[in-house]
């Protein structure tokens, strides 16, 4: 891989200069850390809505219902993993995610809290099989064949099978297919709630590179970034707000 070679540089400064800007920025910090304690408080007051559709998947086993991919703990985190049809593959960026994020010591680490993570896709269950196996990957992974799933929690957009919202919006234009999703679920004995859904940047926690090149002079490079005049751009707009 090459490496493009900056042509544009921060300010130089002196050490006492530098500490003066960092202890402003570190009150800024300070001050989103709290926010986002905050906004966390508030997503866990959050209300459920029961989930009353028998929703149907296929899984290694056969046919399974939403309960029961929460091997029996009480929280659920679907993963709504996006697949590019054309090559009958799962789509790049989710697998970024899914060889970064859902591995087996995290997975393990969220088990230990009441919390399963699977995977859901709308492609048939062979196929997914077929992939994961390529991949190397162990995560449970399911398919919605193409079911209601997908389309009710608004991660595969068709207006022939549901209305077509993406981030709580009404969306124009021509969007189809896949798109970035989460939901997660809370079970109570043998009922199902929806608790929660994040789109868009809401999924940038799945994607580890991102906190580190935040700290760094270039940041993401990526076209939508506030950054200087002369920053390097141009990288693919995994982030890009929607």
């Known amino acids: 891989m090459t490496t493009t070679v900056p042509t544009a540089y921060p300010e130089v400064a002196s050490r006492a200069e530098w500490l003066t800007a960092r202890r402003r ?9 709290h926010l986002r304690d905050a906004v966390n408080a508030e997503r866990r007051r959050m209300p459920m809505v ?13 046919e399974v219902r939403l309960v029961d991919l929460f091997e029996g703990r009480p929280q659920l985190y679907v993963h709504h993993f996006m697949w ?36 859901v ?5 062979a196929s997914i099989a077929r ?4 991949q190397g990957w162990t995560f449970p992974w399911y398919s919605s064949r193409d079911g209601d ?4 929690f608004h991660a595969t957009l068709d207006p022939a099978r549901a209305p077509v919202v993406y981030n709580y919006e009404p969306v124009d234009g021509d969007l189809r297919g ?6 997660v679920f809370l079970r109570r004995g043998g009922e199902v709630f929806h608790t929660y859904s994040a789109f868009a940047r809401g999924l940038e926690h799945t994607s580890v590179g991102y906190p580190f090149l935040d700290m760094t002079p270039y ?24």
Request: with cysteine; glycine share 12%.
């Open 25 to 33: 920025l570190l009150a800024r910090e300070r001050e989103v850390t």
């Open 50 to 62: 029961k989930v009353d559709k028998d929703y149907v998947f296929e899984g290694p086993d056969g």
């Open 84 to 119: 590019v049809d054309a090559e009958d593959r799962g789509c790049p960026s989710c697998s970024a995610s899914a060889e970064l994020s859902f591995t087996d010591g995290d997975r393990a680490l969220l088990a230990g809290r009441g919390l399963t993570l699977v995977c």
């Open 121 to 125: 896709s709308r492609a048939p269950y």
């Open 131 to 134: 992939y994961r196996d390529q």
């Open 149 to 152: 799933f997908t389309y009710d």
């Open 178 to 183: 896949d798109v970035p999703g989460a939901s």
């Open 219 to 242: 940041g993401r490079q990526e076209e939508w970034e506030d950054s200087p005049d002369g920053w390097p751009r141009g990288g693919v707009a995994a982030g890009l707000p929607l």
